[in-house]
Each structure stands twice: as structure tokens, then as C-alpha cells.
């Protein structure tokens, strides 16, 4: 009951939030300087087609009854359609969204099983000449752009070596795995240093925590407290930074998908922008928030998974 | 007040100043004053004109004369690198710092006011930190098309919100101890109660994490001008040279990968002087975004 309270609350908070997103989306053609659609046409359209696609898009209508009927069809899954490709937006984002979120995933997944070992290793030897390492090994790991990296790879494992496939999104689940592993090591890559410096701090605040002195002086072995107790209590603030850099790890998936060619939401947005297909823009701009509030709320609710001591405060 | 002391610097105070740095913050300031130093002076570093194109001279692999390698166009990658840093170092800064100066600001303000000021900035940041920024950076290009414009603008409307939420969380703290108290009851204008007593013990966090930003700024900026949607292609911009030597990675694997490491050292070394300033101001754990 608590559960669902919670639940219901956060859902109502985001309806603000994403009042402000579709306003947002809805501006992003309203504000064009000049007409969008001669725009979009690049000059190629002549007065009845122009008058035609005006109708078409609703443009010969006062924008506040525009902004509204934008709202009631995105509420309906309506976003419009695309007028380079001809076909519904939801149709081009939502074939989409399973390769996106596909990448993100296998991302996340290797980034945690890179970094879950090194924060282990940097927390047990404290300020010790691992522990160093592995920090300015961070750094240096952080400062790297994701765009180079993904070359890195493609030089190394792809041409090098020619472990992997260098593009596209492959056949089946594994097809997928086998395909998509260098765009997700590049994520992993790039997402682990900031995870790992978390995890690590984490760790060190809980272990300084009254109940690990407990259970140190009741003789249970350091390998024990450090899986059963310390990784445990750490994985609430590791769960929050992960959710808090979503939208820098979507931004990581737009640059690896336009690099490594996936045909996912990153890789559409980019091009949408550089043809100016506005209702491509408006619906992704919908989409990848949408994509962001849910990651959060997700996050928010798997603490209650790790702590259920969150509920009552 | 660390940076007081080296404004009002006799040599004898620098020399304790620095003393009291930890490795990572003198090696981190050194690698930063050279890029710096090599950025300002570029004409006299760089051995070659950036725009120069000569085509006796295209795609030649690093040498003792072009040390980075050649590009497509017969230009000195070296030079450009160099000529870059005045884009990257200089955009990277002002994104970084002019929404650091007012969102302390903000934030100042609303922790020490309280009330309807402070309530407002709550929902504002809330709703800041549910949105996705990079979607906000495309949207306004889209609007104004690709340029550094687009991306002044759309960083100048979110990036104020995290420094906000720091120097609120500590004026929280700050201000209801003794000596705010002191200053307030010898009858100080409240400007210079805020700016000239409560700043300097309230900006640290967000000093220290304004290293962070700006390296993940420069990322930004790169990122954006390598998907052809930030710095256009004739200007030296680190990453959009790289995304130009996309198309030989093949064969003249220089161009793409050389211009990069420039990324990862300015980078680098503004990530260890962030992890010295951490320590410095007695931080127990980097913290980290």
C-alpha cells in the first residue's frame, strides 16, 4: 500500500516535468526562424504544395490551438508525421526504441562488470598504490571522448584484430551480443570510471560505519563483510549516480550509434537534425525524456529492492 | 581562503600555497599551465599555418617535421592541435564558469533568503535534473543550426542548476553560524554579508566539482562538433577533426586517433588538479558529479 502510494506520487510529479518537455518539443518547430516547412523542402517547394503541407501540419491555425492538439495526439501516441520519410513518427521512433535501449543495456551491463571488481579492490586497499591506480586509471578513462574511443576499438579489435564486426545491429539475440559488442564495450568504457569512483567512495563511507566494526569484531572474515554487508549498504548511492547520468549515458549511445552505424533513436536524431525533419525531432525529443523520467523512477523504486528503509523516510 | 592568499601573493605565501598540494594538483596545474601557455602563444608554437592546405604534402604519417601527421589537405595536424586548444580550452571555460558564477549566486541567495525564493528553486532544479540535456542541446540546434552559438545557449539555461543546488546545501549550513550571526548583528548590508563572508566558505564543492564539469564540457563540445552538429570543419576543433579523419582510419590512422589524445590530456589534467582540490579542501571522498 505504502508501495504503491510512493509509486502514484512520483508519477504525479512527473507530469510537470513533462508538460515542460512537450513544451519544449512543441518549440522546437514553433521557433525556427523563418518557415519550417520551406525549410524542411530546402526551397524546393512551389505555393500550393507549401499551402498543402501548412494544412497538412496544421500550420495555418493559431499556435496555442496547435500546442494543444499537439498534446491530445501525443497523449494518444500520435506524434505526428515525418515529412522527409512519409510515415507516422511513431512508427519510425518506436521500430527504434528496442535497439536503443538494447545498446544502453549491454552497456550499463559491461560497465558494471568492469567497474564492480576495481571499486572491490580500490575500497580493500585504501590509499594503498592499487587504490591510486585505479583512480588515475579513472581520469584518465574519464577524460577520453566517447566518439575516439569507439575509433580505438574499431582499430583494434575490428581491423587489428578482426574479433568483431565494426557496424550494424546483427541477426538474433546473439547476432545482437556479437554485433553490438564493441558499441557496448565503448559505453562500458566511458560509464565505468565515474561508477567505479562512486562505488569506491560508497564503500569506504560504509566501512567506517558503526555495524561493520560489529561485525569485524565478531571475527567474521573481511571477504565476508565486504559481499554481505559493505557492497550491499554501497549500492544505493552507485544505483543513484547510475540513474542520475542516464541522460550522459544517452548522449554516450547518440555518438556511438552514429559511429558504429545502429540504426537507433541516437543515430535518427542526428540525422533528423542535419535534414531538419522537425516531427522526427519533436517525437524523439518526447521519447528520449520519457526514456530518462522512467530510468529515474525505476532507480527510485529499486532502492526499496536494496533498502526498504527508503520507504519511510 | 586558499585563493585569497595567492591573490594577495607574496612569493613567500605561494611557496607555502603550494606546498600543501597534493601530487595530483601540482601535476595536474603543471599539464594544464603548459596547454594553457602553448594555447596562448600558438603562433610561436606551432610550426605550420593550422589552415594552411598543402597538397605536395597530404596524408604523410608523423615525422620529425609534422610531428602528428598530415591531413587530407596537406595540413599539419600538430599545428592545428595546438590551434585548437584556443577553441576547446576557451569554449570548454566559458561554459563552464559563466553558469558557475550565477548559479552559486542563485543558490547563495535562495539558502540564505529561505521562503517562496527558495521554494521556486527547488522545483526548478527538480525538474532540471529529470531533464535530459544532450535533448535540449539538439532541440536548440535544430532551432538555430549547428554552431557554438546553439550550445552557449542551451548550456547557459540548464548547467547553472547543479552549482545552485551546491551553494544552496551549503548556505544551508553556513548560515546560521557564529560569525554570520556577528556580521548580521554589526549591522552589514546583506550583499556583503552573502558575498564577502558566507562565498568563500561555501563555494568549495562547487570548485571542486566545476573540474568535473569542464572536463565533461570539453567532452561535450568535442562530441557535438565530431556529429557535424558544433564547430564546423575548417576550424581546428579537436573533435571535429577527428571526425574528419574518420574517413582513413584505414589507412592514416593518425588522423583520427592524434588529435583525440589532445582530449584526454586537457582532460586529464583538469581531472587531477579537480581530485587536488578535493583534498585541498578537505573533502573525505572525490566527490564526484
Given at each position: 500500500m505504502q508501495f504503491l502510494a510512493y509509486i502514484l506520487s512520483r508519477l504525479v510529479q512527473m507530469v510537470p516535468v513533462l508538460f515542460l518537455v512537450v513544451l519544449i518539443a512543441f518549440l522546437a518547430m514553433e521557433l525556427?526562424?523563418?518557415?519550417?516547412?520551406?525549410?524542411m523542402l530546402g526551397g524546393r517547394a512551389n505555393e500550393t504544395m507549401l499551402a498543402a503541407l501548412h494544412a497538412e501540419f496544421g500550420l495555418d491555425r493559431p499556435a496555442i490551438t496547435r500546442f494543444f492538439s499537439f498534446i491530445i495526439n501525443a497523449l494518444q501516441g500520435d506524434l505526428g508525421t515525418s515529412i522527409i520519410q512519409r510515415q507516422p513518427v511513431s512508427v519510425i521512433v518506436g521500430e527504434r526504441i528496442e535497439k536503443t535501449v538494447f545498446v544502453i543495456v549491454y552497456g550499463a551491463v559491461l560497465a558494471v562488470l568492469v567497474a564492480l571488481p576495481l571499486a572491490v579492490i580500490a575500497a580493500m586497499k585504501h590509499d594503498r598504490p592499487v587504490d591510486h591506480v585505479?583512480?588515475?586509471?579513472?581520469?584518465?578513462?574519464?577524460?577520453?571522448p566517447p566518439f575516439w574511443l569507439a575509433l580505438l576499438l574499431i582499430l583494434l579489435f575490428g581491423l587489428g584484430l578482426g574479433w568483431f564486426p565494426i557496424g550494424g545491429y546483427g541477426e538474433g539475440f546473439f547476432g545482437h551480443l556479437w554485433h553490438l559488442f564493441l558499441p557496448g564495450l565503448t559505453i562500458a568504457l566511458f560509464l565505468s570510471p565515474i561508477l567505479v569512483a562512486s562505488l569506491r567512495a560508497a564503500m569506504l563511507d560504509v566501512m567506517g560505519e558503526d555495524y561493520i566494526e560489529v561485525a569485524r569484531s565478531k571475527g567474521l572474515s573481511p571477504r565476508r563483510i565486504m559481499f554481505k554487508h559493505v557492497l550491499r549498504n554501497a549500492l544505493i548511492p552507485a544505483i543513484t549516480v547510475l540513474s542520475i547520468n542516464i541522460g550522459w549515458l544517452l548522449s554516450g549511445a547518440v555518438i556511438v550509434e552514429y559511429v558504429f552505424s545502429i540504426p537507433g533513436m541516437g543515430s535518427l536524431l542526428v540525422r533528423s537534425v542535419g535534414s531538419r525533419d522537425y516531427p522526427v525531432i519533436q517525437g524523439l525529443t518526447v521519447v528520449f525524456a520519457l526514456f530518462v523520467m522512467l530510468t529515474n523512477l525505476a532507480a527510485d523504486l529499486s532502492y526499496m529492492l536494496v533498502d526498504r528503509r527508503v520507504l519511510r523516510k | 581562503m586558499p585563493t585569497q592568499a595567492i591573490l594577495i601573493a607574496a612569493p613567500g605565501a605561494v611557496r607555502r600555497e603550494v606546498a600543501r598540494w597534493s601530487v595530483t594538483l601540482k601535476v595536474g596545474s603543471l599539464m594544464l599551465l603548459v596547454i594553457v601557455l602553448a594555447g596562448i602563444f600558438a603562433p610561436l608554437v606551432a610550426p605550420f599555418d593550422p589552415y594552411f592546405q598543402d597538397y605536395d604534402r597530404v596524408l604523410l604519417p608523423p615525422s620529425g617535421t609534422h610531428l602528428f601527421g598530415t591531413d587530407q589537405l596537406g595540413r599539419d595536424l600538430f599545428s592545428r592541435v595546438i590551434y585548437g586548444i584556443r577553441i576547446d580550452l576557451m569554449v570548454g571555460f566559458i561554459i563552464t564558469f559563466v553558469p558557475m558564477i550565477y548559479?552559486?549566486?542563485?543558490?547563495?541567495?535562495?539558502?540564505?533568503?529561505g521562503g517562496v525564493l527558495d521554494s521556486v528553486l527547488?522545483?526548478?532544479l527538480d525538474t532540471a535534473i529529470a531533464f535530459p540535456f544532450l535533448v535540449l542541446i539538439i532541440v536548440v540546434i535544430a532551432i538555430l543550426g549547428p554552431g557554438v552559438q546553439s550550445i552557449y545557449i542551451a548550456v547557459f539555461l540548464v548547467a547553472w542548476t547543479m552549482y545552485a543546488r551546491?551553494?544552496?546545501?551549503?548556505?544551508?549550513?553556513?548560515?546560521?553560524?557564529?560569525?554570520?550571526l556577528a556580521a548580521k548583528t554589526l549591522g552589514y548590508p546583506t550583499s556583503r554579508i552573502i558575498f564577502r563572508h558566507a562565498l568563500p566558505n561555501i563555494i568549495g564543492s562547487s570548485v571542486v566539482f566545476s573540474m568535473a564539469d569542464f572536463v565533461l564540457n570539453i567532452l561535450l563540445l568535442s562530441g557535438l562538433s565530431f556529429l557535424g552538429l558544433g564547430i564546423q570543419p575548417p576550424e581546428p576543433e579537436w573533435g571535429a577533426m577527428v571526425a574528419e579523419g574518420r574517413d582513413f582510419i584505414f589507412e592514416n590512422w593518425?588522423?583520427?586517433?592524434?588529435?583525440g589524445l589532445a582530449i584526454v590530456v586537457t582532460g586529464t589534467a583538469l581531472s587531477l588538479i579537480g581530485d587536488g582540490l578535493a583534498r585541498r579542501f578537505g573533502q573525505r571522498h572525490q566527490a564526484i558529479l
Open positions: 525556427v526562424p523563418g518557415d519550417p516547412i520551406m525549410l585505479i583512480r588515475i586509471g579513472g581520469m584518465i578513462g574519464m577524460s577520453m | 548559479g552559486v549566486a542563485i543558490g547563495a541567495l535562495a539558502g540564505y533568503y527547488m522545483r526548478l551546491l551553494a544552496r546545501a551549503e548556505m544551508l549550513v553556513e548560515r546560521s553560524k557564529d560569525y554570520m593518425w588522423i583520427c586517433t592524434l588529435p
